[in-house]
Structure formats: C-alpha cells, structure tokens
C-alpha cells in the first residue's frame, strides 16, 4: 500500500477530526477468570470516572491494574513480545503502580486527589488530579504531576532526575458511542552518571543531562449500543518528541478494530492498523508499517478455535525497504474441566521501534540510534489456565519464538555512559524461549497476592556474547493487606538474574549482580478524604546496576499526604 502525499494529507485530516475530541484510549476487561472471548459489553447511561466496557477484542492489550478493587477480577491474557518489554527506569525496579495518583483510597466517589510527598535523596513528588462532570453522560480531568530527585546514588546532583506531565482528558457516552481522548505534555530529564567518577570533576554541576520533551494526543471512537452483533473501536493519536540532542521524532498512529457475531457460536473479526514515523537528527528517515488481521472466531461449550492471517507492510525510506509479510493466526483453547483449560497456537508480527519507546526504556541513549523493525518471524505457544472462580487464578504458558532484528542496548564505544542499540538476528535468526506464569490469589477482600514469573533462554544471537541487559529470570511478588479498612499495607518483592552487560572499555560481557528489591507501602486512611502514607524502596540498600554504569538508589523511602474530594 503506498501513499502519495495528497492521499496521505486527506486521511490525516479524516482520521484526526474523526478523534478530535482528545482520547485516553480505551479499556478492555474480563470478569471473572476464565472467559470465552465472546463479545460482552457492558453500557450504562452514566460515566464514571473510569468507564469501563467489556469487549471480546482478541488479544488483549492491556492487563487490568489489580490494585483498583478488591474484587476478583483478573487478565490472565496472552503474552506476546513487545519492543517496549525492557521495565523504564525509575527509583526502583518497578513503577508505581497505576492509578494510585488518580483515585482516592476510598474509589472513585472521590475523583479529585491533591498529593505531595518528600523523601531522601532530595526526592520531591506533586501529583493532582481534578475533575468535573458537567452532565451525566461526560466526564472532563486534569492530570498534573512532578516526581524528582535533586540527588542521586553518585555525585549527589550529578545523578539527580526529573519527570514533569501535565494532561487533560475527556469522555464522553452517547446512546451510539463513546468518545475518549486525552492531550499531554511530558519532560524527563536524566543525567550520564555512568562515567568515571573523576571525570565528574571537570564537568559543571548540572550541565551533563540530556531531556525529553513529548507531546501526545491520542483519541478513541468506540461502539455503545448493547447487544449489537456489530462492534468496533477506532483510535487514532500523534505523538511528538525532541530531544536536547537535536533530535526529534514525530508517529502518527491510527488502529481499528470491528467484530460482527453471525451467531451464537461465530464471529468474524477485523483489525487494522497504519503507523507513520519520521527520525531526525543527521538525516530525516521516513519510516511506515501498516498491518492488516481478518480472522474468524468460533466457540462452544468445550472448545474456542481463533484462526485468520496477519498481512504486515514496513516501508523505511533510508534503507531502501518495502516488503510485506504473511503470518498465520492461530489459536486453539480447550475446556477439559469446569477448572482447568488447555491452549495452543502460532502466529507471528512486525513491531514497529521509535525514538520514543526506546528512551522510555532507557534515557540514557546517544544520539542517532538506529531504528529497525523487529519481526517474529515464527511463534508456537501452548500451556493451561484455571480458576475456582472465587479466590485464585493462575496460567501457566510455553512459547518459543525467531526474532529478525532483535534490540539490544550496549555502551557507546565512543562514551560509556551513553547507551546505543544494536541488533541480533539478521543473517540468522535469533531464537527465544518463554516460560512465563502468574498465580492471583485472594483470601478475601482484605487480602490480596500476586506473583509472576517470566524465564527466558536466548540462542543464535550471532556476534553477540550474551543477550545484553535482558534478564534471564523475572520474578514478581505483590501483595495488599487491609486492615479494618484503615489501613492498606503492599509489601512487594522483585527479582532479576541473568542479566550481562557489555563493557565497551574492553569489549567484552560483563555478569551483573542479580537483583533483589524489597519494597513497602503504608497508606492510613485518616479520614474518607485524607489519607497519609509512606513508601519505603529497596529495603536491602544495594545499589544495583539495571543497565552497567549506572547503580541505582539504595534505600529510599518516601512520605506523603493526600486529600481527595
């Protein structure tokens, strides 16, 4: 498919006018544990504060954040590679969890929330939320927040941080459809600790960081009608990037996705989707993908099969690339047991990288990356999943995948402590095994525990030593403990092993420490509409080395108040 310039300019202004109302995007659900995939949704005349509708979209994109009820209500969803699997930096090994700076303790009666806090290392956090619902059926917010570091783990303000958003967003319930969509600004600032530490001595305090400045706006127009047989949902949104290194970046990204049920036990699915991109920094790369996935779905009381094909187009101007790929889709699930359910499939996808996603991964990049699709070429996955469906959940998976053009960050030959990316698989193709798992379980609704593993196992990755900075093992644990609904207590335990780096200095792996984070949260809630907590990370104080170079903070800990109204 190829555009020309007119072409390109009046679906621009189609697709953009068609979201102008400014989206957040759009919320996918499960009840319960194990569900058939058919389509469910849920309308009701009233928007709260996070509307939710259930769809039968297959695959998931988005796992339910577990924190926001105590009900059972798990996504135990399909796992897939993503460019964006590396965790972003931050604090600790995790971020905070999502949503604790939108909501009151209490639920979302309480839409408006004002929270500061302070802690060690100089660290200071301000986040405010603030909305109104002129009518039943729209709701209108503001999004502000600051969380920074004036010091860090080496050389005091020399490795200090910085992080600073502000959002609007709106949604909006007609009888017909759902309109949501947000605006934001966002900078994050980080500085190259990772040098040696004697050269922080002819450096000005302050003048050796690099900030990101992005821009989003991202919109959604979705179905409402209930039990309609035909369903849909269209996103579009723009995003734009500069860089203190004179870079930028602009992606233009736009989706859709339909179901129409031709009975109780078929239904035909369609998505589609268009990412546009342009690089600059020596030279301006153009850069495009478009993805194409038709596909039937069919169940019954036993057995679900979900069969069609994925017609992928990548275009990269500088490379001199257009080529088209065919995967097959391919999902087979089987119901043994009222408790149990066995799965298989295969399949296969392009993934587009930008700028964007991989300093979100790692702030600390030179400039001019070189950017380059990743394609999984091949993916064959089987496993079982269950649930009494009262108290716990668990899914147990197995995939093995070929990778062309897998990412890696390593050290700059040139500067250590600015990273680049590198790639395996372009003569041969790097292999990948998962094994990934996850356990809910919930005593009641006072108690709640979570754990995760994800284990990986990387072959033919050409002149790479190891598979850098990509953790062999994956472990989460994490719990919420209530007590006489004052107060909340989230103890979390996280653990990585496996990890090498790459030292430029004399070109050769480095094993790295694993890592162990112990990190606690208590919130009291004072009243239904103040609240005090504190936040205590890395509880054992070692300073371990996410990416080689740069440690992170010891222990640090956090305290702050909230009021929510």
Request: with cysteine; hydrophobic share 35%.
């Given at each position: 498919?190829r555009?020309n310039?007119?072409?390109?300019?009046?679906?621009?202004?189609?697709?953009?006018?068609?979201?102008?109302?400014?989206?957040?995007?759009?919320?996918?659900?499960?009840?319960g544990?194990?569900?058939?995939?058919a389509?469910?949704?849920?309308?009701?005349?009233k928007i709260?504060l996070?509307?939710?509708?259930?769809?039968?979209?297959d695959?998931?994109e988005?796992?339910?954040?577990?924190?926001?009820?105590?009900k059972?209500?798990?996504?135990?969803?399909?796992?897939?590679?993503e460019g964006?699997s590396?965790?972003?930096?931050?604090?600790?090994?995790?971020d905070?969890?999502?949503?604790?700076?939108?909501?009151?303790?209490?639920?979302?009666?309480?839409?408006?929330?004002?929270?500061?806090?302070?802690g060690?290392?100089g660290?200071?956090?301000?986040?405010?939320?603030?909305?109104?619902t002129?009518?039943?059926?729209s709701?209108?917010?503001?999004?502000i927040n600051?969380?920074?570091?004036?010091?860090?783990?080496?050389?005091?303000?020399?490795?200090g941080r910085?992080e600073?958003?502000?959002?609007?967003?709106?949604?909006?319930?007609?009888?017909s459809?759902?309109?949501?969509?947000?605006?934001?600004?966002?900078?994050?600032?980080?500085?190259?600790?990772?040098?040696p530490?004697?050269?922080?001595?002819?450096?000005?305090n302050g003048t050796?960081?690099?900030?990101?400045?992005?821009?989003?706006?991202?919109?959604?127009?979705s179905s409402?009608?209930?039990d309609?047989?035909?369903?849909?949902?269209?996103?579009?949104?723009?995003?734009?990037?500069s860089?203190?290194?004179?870079e930028?970046e602009?992606?233009w990204?736009?989706?859709?996705?339909?179901?129409?049920?031709i009975?109780?036990?078929?239904s035909a699915?369609?998505?589609?989707?268009?990412?546009?991109?342009?690089?600059?920094?020596?030279?301006n790369?153009?850069?495009?993908l478009?993805?194409i996935?038709?596909?039937?779905?069919?169940?019954?009381?036993?057995?679900?099969?979900?069969?069609?094909?994925?017609v992928?187009?990548?275009?990269?101007?500088l490379?001199g690339?257009?080529?088209?790929?065919?995967?097959?889709?391919?999902?087979?699930?089987?119901?043994?047991?009222?408790?149990?359910?066995?799965?298989?499939?295969?399949?296969?996808?392009t993934?587009?990288?930008?700028?964007?996603?991989?300093?979100?991964?790692?702030?600390?990049?030179?400039?001019?990356i070189?950017l380059?699709?990743?394609?999984?070429?091949?993916?064959?996955?089987?496993?079982?999943?269950?649930?009494?469906?009262?108290s716990?959940?668990?899914e147990?998976?197995?995939?093995?995948?070929?990778?062309?053009?897998l990412?890696?960050?390593?050290?700059?030959?040139?500067?250590?402590?600015k990273?680049?990316?590198?790639?395996?698989?372009?003569?041969?193709?790097?292999?990948?095994?998962?094994?990934?798992?996850?356990?809910?379980?919930?005593?009641?609704?006072r108690?709640?525990?979570?754990?995760?593993?994800?284990i990986?196992?990387y072959?033919?990755?050409?002149?790479l030593e190891?598979?850098?900075?990509?953790p062999?093992?994956n472990?989460?644990?994490t719990?919420?403990?209530?007590?006489?609904?004052?107060?909340?207590i989230?103890?979390?335990?996280?653990?990585m092993?496996?990890?090498y780096?790459?030292?430029?200095?004399?070109?050769?792996?480095?094993?790295?420490?694993?890592?162990?984070?112990l990190?606690?949260?208590?919130?009291?809630l004072?009243?239904k509409?103040?609240?005090?907590?504190v936040?205590?990370?890395?509880?054992l104080?070692?300073?371990?080395?996410?990416?080689?170079?740069?440690?992170?903070q010891?222990?640090?800990?956090?305290?702050?108040?909230?009021?929510?109204f």
């Amino acid at each position: 498919m190829r555009f020309n310039r007119t072409a390109k300019k009046v679906l621009f202004t189609a697709t953009f006018g068609l979201c102008l109302g400014a989206f957040e995007g759009f919320a996918q659900k499960r009840e319960g544990s194990i569900q058939d995939e058919a389509i469910e949704v849920e309308k009701t005349r009233k928007i709260e504060l996070q509307p939710q509708v259930s769809r039968g979209f297959d695959p998931l994109e988005e796992a339910k954040d577990l924190r926001k009820d105590r009900k059972m209500k798990y996504d135990l969803v399909d796992r897939k590679w993503e460019g964006a699997s590396l965790p972003k930096i931050n604090n600790s090994i995790v971020d905070p969890r999502e949503g604790d700076e939108l909501t009151s303790s209490y639920g979302p009666k309480f839409k408006n929330v004002f929270k500061v806090g302070a802690g060690n290392y100089g660290h200071t956090l301000m986040n405010a939320h603030f909305g109104f619902t002129p009518n039943e059926n729209s709701f209108h917010g503001l999004y502000i927040n600051h969380d920074a570091n004036r010091r860090g783990p080496v050389a005091t303000s020399f490795s200090g941080r910085n992080e600073n958003e502000i959002k609007v967003y709106s949604k909006t319930f007609t009888p017909s459809y759902l309109l949501n969509g947000s605006i934001s600004y966002k900078r994050v600032e980080a500085n190259w600790y990772g040098k040696p530490e004697a050269q922080f001595n002819n450096i000005a305090n302050g003048t050796f960081g690099v900030y990101y400045d992005r821009f989003n706006y991202v919109g959604s127009i979705s179905s409402a009608k209930k039990d309609a047989k035909f369903d849909y949902i269209a996103t579009s949104g723009l995003t734009m990037m500069s860089t203190s290194q004179n870079e930028r970046e602009w992606i233009w990204d736009s989706k859709i996705q339909t179901v129409l049920t031709i009975n109780d036990n078929l239904s035909a699915h369609f998505s589609g989707d268009m990412t546009m991109s342009e690089y600059a920094s020596l030279e301006n790369n153009r850069r495009e993908l478009y993805r194409i996935k038709p596909s039937f779905f069919y169940k019954n009381d036993r057995v679900s099969v979900h069969a069609g094909i994925n017609v992928v187009n990548e275009k990269d101007k500088l490379k001199g690339i257009n080529t088209t790929s065919l995967f097959p889709v391919v999902k087979l699930d089987y119901k043994a047991a009222n408790f149990i359910h066995f799965f298989a499939g295969l399949g296969g996808d392009t993934y587009f990288n930008t700028l964007s996603q991989m300093a979100s991964q790692n702030p600390w990049l030179r400039s001019q990356i070189d950017l380059r699709n990743t394609a999984q070429t091949a993916n064959v996955f089987g496993g079982f999943k269950g649930s009494n469906e009262r108290s716990f959940d668990f899914e147990f998976k197995f995939m093995y995948s070929e990778f062309t053009n897998l990412s890696f960050f390593v050290p700059s030959t040139a500067d250590s402590s600015k990273y680049t990316v590198i790639y395996a698989g372009d003569l041969k193709k790097a292999q990948v095994m998962n094994f990934s798992g996850q356990f809910n379980y919930q005593l009641n609704e006072r108690f709640l525990s979570v754990l995760k593993y994800d284990i990986n196992q990387y072959e033919n990755l050409g002149s790479l030593e190891k598979a850098y900075h990509r953790p062999a093992m994956n472990i989460s644990f994490t719990n919420s403990i209530t007590f006489k609904d004052k107060i909340i207590i989230s103890p979390d335990v996280f653990y990585m092993n496996g990890l090498y780096g790459l030292n430029p200095r004399t070109n050769t792996a480095v094993a790295m420490k694993d890592i162990i984070d112990l990190n606690l949260k208590v919130n009291y809630l004072i009243t239904k509409k103040f609240n005090a907590a504190v936040s205590a990370n890395n509880l054992l104080g070692k300073n371990y080395e996410r990416y080689l170079f740069y440690p992170s903070q010891g222990l640090n800990y956090t305290v702050s108040v909230a009021y929510s109204f």
